[in-house]
């Protein structure tokens, strides 16, 4: 393949006729060139260079071999009306085409040389480039060596049952393109398939451009690479109003369950069961902006959704049953021992212990909670860093408490004046705390808030905890198995079996 520029004494109105992909069948007057293609050879690429006083590079052309007629053509993949100005490319290809424009018609340059023109060209107008370029890679698209099996999968369950991992593991292989994104109350469908919004060109004019979204994106480099695995996780999916955020994309996610021949074209297992008219993504996918969009079979959709959430959106009957529904099931067993067993700082209770007993609790109030079972702590729920007691937290010697001790440090350093030990025992206090503080200010403050917000005495001890601000303080500044004090004497009991309640 080699690279070259044609050299022209105007805009040639013939070039501007026919569409991106056509041959351009024009006859040429070309200095030295009794046949003005025997230069050429099939393959080649060359950019249309409009000389005098214009200066500026207009076309691009693939070389194309007509077996019928055995002779060369150029077909048009590429036009802009302004054109990229010679001033902006490299000075020493300048030079060169200001010393031979007058004498030569087909100048011969580097393919590096060639991409900097095509890239200034395509910054110009960026969507006539993607138009231009995805519509020279649909011609090479063959829907029946396309990977086929795509689908939508829906995983639910509590907060920290496994979704994310489940994913991770069961979802997403080595070779595997991954895009993720989250919903949220604020996201909406332009954010998702993209919207018109202004784009300032090298000629400092404002035009209004079409800018892809993700969804958009990851379904043109999914087309463009039909043997290559694409898979686009949604976090969160009920957090945001899905079925507007899809919007007329939504019919797509029904998706063949065999082979459907449409036009003439055969599409594999996976693909959308049926495409929509959609101008500005038809473009940005294909190139054609008349092309029916559909999600290809090499494209799987993954989204995640906490059953527990009360306060977002739902997600409707219609919008579900185009979802395979997966239930992460909350439990222990393969979940890895080093978190199973961390102990929840010095109260020699394991995360284990502690999450059933309290999931067994949140399940049986239901009588007095919706949803009951949404509600429960999922076994994901903390890290082990969460529940590590950090030793610095134990008071010193000569104070009952650690309580005591911090005060006692907090009145001397407000006075001004206090030794170099004390401060450093001080740094070291509420470096220790606000590690200890991890666990309930994510665990505790939940079942407070939200798994026993209408009836915390099913749990807590609300004879002598009358706040979340009191219950968080006993926790933290106690000591061993007097934290657990913030419950009622029955589930004290449940986590230390060996003690009376």
Request: aromatic content about 10%; charged content about 25%.
């Given at each position: ?278 101008k500005y993504m038809a473009e940005k996918i294909y190139g054609d902006p008349t092309h029916k969009v559909r999600i290809p079979s090499n494209l799987s959709i993954v989204g995640t959704m906490n059953t527990s959430d ?149 749990l807590f001890d609300t004879d002598n905890m009358e706040s979340l601000e009191q219950v968080i303080r006993t926790f933290v500044y106690s000591q061993g198995r007097e934290r657990f004090k913030i419950f009622k004497p ?12």
């Amino acid at each position: 393949m080699n690279y070259y520029i044609l050299i022209l004494e105007e805009k040639v109105k013939s070039f501007s006729l026919v569409g991106h992909g056509e041959k351009c069948a024009v006859s040429l007057m070309l200095k030295g060139y009794a046949n003005p293609l025997e230069t050429l050879a099939e393959g080649d690429k060359v950019v249309g260079y409009v000389a005098g006083a214009t200066k500026t590079f207009c076309y691009l052309f693939d070389v194309g071999f007509d077996q019928s007629n055995q002779q060369l053509y150029f077909e048009k993949i590429f036009e802009t009306k302004m054109g990229a100005k010679l001033t902006a490319v490299p000075t020493d290809l300048q030079e060169i085409i200001n010393a031979r424009e007058q004498t030569e018609s087909f100048i011969n340059i580097t393919g590096e040389q060639y991409r900097q023109i095509m890239s200034l060209m395509m910054n110009m107008v960026s969507s006539w480039g993607n138009a231009a370029i995805e519509k020279s890679e649909e011609r090479e698209i063959d829907e029946e060596k396309r990977i086929d099996g795509g689908t939508n999968i829906l995983l639910y369950g509590v907060p920290g049952s496994g979704k994310s991992w489940t994913i991770e593991h069961e979802y997403c292989h080595k070779d595997s393109v991954v895009e993720r994104l989250v919903f949220h109350p604020d996201y909406t469908n332009a954010d998702f398939i993209g919207q018109i919004l202004p784009v300032v060109d090298a000629e400092k004019q404002v035009t209004y451009e079409f800018t892809a979204g993700p969804f958009t994106t990851i379904l043109r480099d999914a087309y463009r690479h039909p043997m290559q695995e694409y898979i686009l996780i949604i976090e969160e999916v009920n957090r945001g109003n899905a079925p507007a955020i899809f919007g007329e994309v939504f019919q797509l996610l029904d998706r063949t369950v065999e082979p459907k021949t449409v036009d003439g074209i055969t599409y594999p297992t996976g693909t959308s069961e049926y495409g929509i008219t959609h101008k500005y993504m038809a473009e940005k996918i294909y190139g054609d902006p008349t092309h029916k969009v559909r999600i290809p079979s090499n494209l799987s959709i993954v989204g995640t959704m906490n059953t527990s959430d009360q306060n977002v959106f739902t997600l409707d009957t219609a919008f579900q049953r185009r979802w395979r529904m997966r239930l992460i099931e909350n439990n222990f067993d393969n979940v890895r021992a080093s978190l199973a067993n961390a102990q929840i700082l010095d109260t020699e209770v394991t995360w284990k212990t502690f999450c059933e007993k309290i999931n067994a609790i949140i399940v049986g109030n239901k009588a007095k909670m919706a949803s009951a079972e949404d509600k429960r702590l999922g076994v994901y729920f903390v890290h082990e860093s969460d529940v590590t007691f950090d030793q610095r937290a134990v008071p010193s010697e000569g104070y009952p408490s650690l309580l005591t001790e911090y005060n006692d440090l907090l009145r001397t350093e407000a006075t001004g004046d206090m030794p170099e030990d004390k401060k450093q025992r001080l740094a070291i206090i509420r470096e220790a705390l606000m590690h200890n503080r991890m666990f309930p200010e994510k665990v505790i403050k939940y079942l407070w808030d939200d798994a026993f917000k209408f009836n915390p005495e099913a749990l807590f001890d609300t004879d002598n905890m009358e706040s979340l601000e009191q219950v968080i303080r006993t926790f933290v500044y106690s000591q061993g198995r007097e934290r657990f004090k913030i419950f009622k004497p029955t589930v004290r009991a449940s986590l230390y079996p060996d003690t009376q309640a």
